[in-house]
């Protein structure tokens, strides 16, 4: 079984509407949490990185929460637009550099 | 701008032919670099860490032999693929880890097409 679960696998939403993905992991020891946006055929980018202590971090219109009492992760996306269209995977890091990759949500942003 | 550069970022090839990839960090050493295949529609696979310095971990079911990882300096390392065949083609990425500040960068990746 994977350590690190994404939710949904995929997702269609209208242009300009909310969404919230979702990671829940079972990496322990924990370390970090990393949020990532691939577009086709790119590399991923990175759009977050949490830490045992953070809760809420945002960045511009995508805010990333963690609860690591229950070992869960969000990225909500506000106000989408049609270049937010992409794969976002959720990367968590154990001890030693030991990162454990979801399977990424493939967002489509429809106009 | 890019802080971790792959190159090739496509390339070519015929069966049997060796193919290396190269990934640098540019702006920041990497005593770790990972690399991964990912198919169309699928996610990252991770295929091995790479340690300067030092053998590469590979993870279970990546041969070594056919997917050769050197990381000779902090801010170079390279993937050869050995005799490449038809179900070798795939989009290869690597990343890099900034100790310092423990970001994840990654390349644009390598789309390898063998023939």
């Known amino acids: 079984k994977n350590q690190v679960e994404q939710s949904p696998q995929s997702l269609i939403i209208l242009e300009g509407k909310n969404c919230t993905l979702q990671c829940n992991y079972t990496v322990s020891p924990f370390s970090n949490l990393r949020w990532y946006k691939q577009d086709t055929g790119r590399g991923p980018v990175s759009l977050t990185i949490m830490t045992f202590s953070e809760n809420t971090k945002s960045n511009r219109r995508y805010t990333a929460t963690l609860d690591a009492d229950t070992k869960q992760s969000s990225l909500h996306i506000t106000a989408s637009q049609l270049s937010d269209s992409a794969s976002y995977i959720c990367v968590v890091s154990g001890n030693n550099n030991d990162m454990r990759f979801g399977a990424g949500t493939r967002l489509t942003v429809k106009p | 701008g890019a802080v971790v550069s792959q190159h090739p970022s496509w390339v070519i090839c015929k069966s049997g032919t060796s193919v290396k990839i190269e990934c640098r960090s540019l702006?920041?050493?990497?005593?770790?670099m990972f690399w991964y295949r990912q198919f169309p529609k699928q996610s990252l696979m991770l295929m091995a860490t790479s340690n300067e310095g030092s053998k590469a971990t590979y993870e279970q079911g990546v041969e070594k032999d056919k997917f050769l990882i050197n990381h000779a300096s902090l801010t170079l390392s390279t993937l050869t693929v050995t005799s490449a065949h038809p179900e070798d083609s795939s989009f290869y990425i690597c990343s890099a880890l900034d100790w310092n500040t423990g970001e994840l960068f990654f390349g644009e990746g390598s789309r390898l097409t063998v023939l």
């Open positions: 702006d920041f050493q990497a005593t770790t």
